[in-house]
């Protein structure tokens, strides 16, 4: 099994900063988007997002 690249294991590690460590950037209340709070937005963004950014990966594996 090989090692995966660099770039793939960049693009995992995104959605985990997205989520885990910008919490104190948009931990409000009071901005709403759509109707919802901006953190329950931002987390289902990136709920959203996950998926897209691990399907870059695995093609960028794929075609090494």
Do not use: Q
Not at 33 to 41: E, K, S, T
């Amino acid at each position: 099994m090989r090692k995966p690249s660099l770039w793939s294991l960049l693009l995992a590690f995104l959605p985990f900063c997205g989520m885990c460590f910008s919490v104190a950037y948009w931990d409000r209340l009071t901005p709403h988007v759509m109707g919802l709070p901006f953190n329950i937005f931002w987390i289902m963004s990136w709920n959203v997002a996950t998926p897209v950014v691990m399907s870059l990966a695995f093609m960028i594996e794929r075609r090494r």
